[in-house]
């Protein structure tokens, strides 16, 4: 790539872009929340799913499931928390 486009080779290189980074805001508790599932345990039996708040960071919850990619399990999961706080 450099000698066909020295150019993009430059343009390529790792430190010539600045990561512009925004921090986390929200309006509140529970206004919004991150969920999201792990599969780096996978591979031993233990999938693990989480919900998050994110203006505290608090954890609402985090699970070791059967299967975090089934969306019945992840709508159980969702909405026990919902009921649990009392939304």
């Known amino acids: 790539m450099r000698d ?6 430059i343009l390529r290189e790792p430190t ?7 921090p986390l805001t929200a ?8 969920c999201d599932g792990h599969d780096k345990l996978v591979k031993y039996g233990f999938p693990v799913w ?3 708040d994110k203006w505290g960071g608090k954890w609402l919850g985090l699970w070791v499931v ?4 089934l969306k019945v399990v992840i ?5 026990s928390v919902v ?3 009392g939304g």
Do not use: Q
């Open 16 to 22: 010539a872009r600045k990561i512009v980074r925004h």
């Open 4 to 9: 066909m486009n020295p150019e993009g080779f």
């Open 66 to 69: 059967p299967n975090n990619r």
């Open 27 to 34: 309006l509140g508790p529970n206004d919004e929340w991150s």
């Open 83 to 85: 009921l649990e706080l």
């Open 50 to 52: 989480g919900i998050r």
């Open 75 to 79: 709508a159980y999961l969702y909405l």
